[in-house]
């Protein structure tokens, strides 16, 4: 077995704090990989806290993971020792299920095996998350990283870069369309430098009048005032695709008149309770509300690569492992530009 060093959440109460266990040694199509950096995202937040359902603890967070290959099982064909590689927001799928096939394991009709705070299929032994000294990953499951750019920006691209690529590329977005990014954060700075890198005009959507310039710094063209009435009215019918980053309570019909006709808002944040729909908004315009999940493997290897190409990496700030709790802290207050990253040398 592997010994592990981790930082984990006990309940739902109390601050994370250290935790050991093991990991099983590395099976024939496995890689282990030392971690060297580790996104924080909200999700894990809401995990630990339980706010999203039953969590198993202790609870190990983190699924924006980077690290370095230290090992490698007798029948891995795809990487090598001292390569660098990633692990996303999941660690397994059915594989044999019509989105498995597809290679749309995120939408894996048995359920995607999270990695963290889900099951190893068809035991009772916990995933163990990225906030941890070591992992190890079946290599189907498993990201090539480029040593191209800097790790600890390319970590978030494994939660809140492929959350957001997935979706513009699902629709096309690309040059003559007209996009708006509801919401700067973690999502959100990551939407407006995808959209803008695909050619598209990018308006982006904020009640905070301070965030207009980092928001151009990012690639947005233009910045609309929310929270001003007349700024609102003026968007009336003006994009093809709203992309919706918003976690906190907010009225979808608002935003959704903003679409064009035939327009789209594409909703990845998750609000604590749902929102009421009016029919004729939709109906008036033939406008549609999409939802989407993360990516499948092999578009989240195509939108590492093209972060590569492009010089795209998350916009964080670094941090020790014994700052989590007041990362978490800052966070709930969206005092953070625009994701915390754990280097895991911390922990050692």
């Given amino acids: 077995m592997i010994q592990v060093k981790a930082f984990a959440a006990y309940d739902a109460e109390t601050p994370l704090k250290p935790f050991e266990f093991e990991r ?3 099976g024939a199509n496995q890689v282990q990989i030392e971690i060297l950096y580790s ?16 969590a198993i603890y202790p609870l190990v967070p983190g699924h924006e993971i980077v690290g370095r290959i230290i090992k490698t099982g007798d029948d891995v064909k795809n990487f090598k020792v001292g390569e660098l590689a990633g692990v996303g927001c999941f660690v397994d799928s059915c594989r044999q299920c019509q989105s498995c096939l597809e290679g749309e394991e995120q939408y894996c009709d048995e359920g995607m095996t999270g990695t963290y705070n889900s099951y190893e299929r068809g035991t009772k032994i916990p995933t163990y998350g990225g906030y941890s000294t070591t992992i190890t990953v079946d290599e189907k499951y498993t990201l090539h990283v480029s040593d191209k750019l800097p790790l600890s920006g390319v970590a978030p691209l494994l939660c809140a870069g492929i959350t957001t690529y997935s979706p513009l590329r699902h629709l096309k977005v690309g040059k003559g369309h007209k996009v708006a990014v509801l919401g700067l954060g973690g999502l959100g700075h990551m939407a407006v430098k995808f959209a803008a890198s695909f050619g598209a005009e990018v308006t982006m959507l904020s009640g905070s009048p301070s965030k207009e310039a980092d928001a151009k710094k990012l690639g947005a063209h233009h910045f609309a005032l929310t929270s001003n009435p007349e700024v609102m009215a003026s968007l009336v019918n003006s994009f093809d695709v709203i992309l919706n980053t918003v976690s906190a309570k907010h009225d979808y019909n608002t935003y959704l008149n903003l679409l ?23 109906i008036g315009k033939r406008r549609s509300i999409m939802g989407s999940l993360i990516g499948g493997i092999a578009e989240t ?7 590569a190409e492009h010089n795209i990496v998350s916009e964080v700030e670094v941090i020790n492992m014994d700052y989590i709790n007041k990362a978490y802290e800052r966070m709930e207050k969206s005092d953070v530009k625009y994701r915390f990253v754990i280097d895991m040398a911390s922990l050692k």
């Avoid at 924080?40 to 995990?47: A, G, R």
């Avoid at 064009?260 to 009016?278: D, H, S």
Wanted: with cysteine.
């Fill in 301 to 307: 290897q195509e939108m590492l690569d093209y972060c």
């Fill in 39 to 54: 996104g924080v995202c909200h999700s894990d937040i809401h995990t630990a806290k339980g706010d999203w359902g039953p």
């Fill in 24 to 26: 099983k040694e590395v």
């Fill in 260 to 282: 064009k006709k035939n327009g789209t808002m594409i909703v990845v944040g998750v609000p604590p309770a749902g929102e009421p729909l009016q029919a004729f908004t939709l």
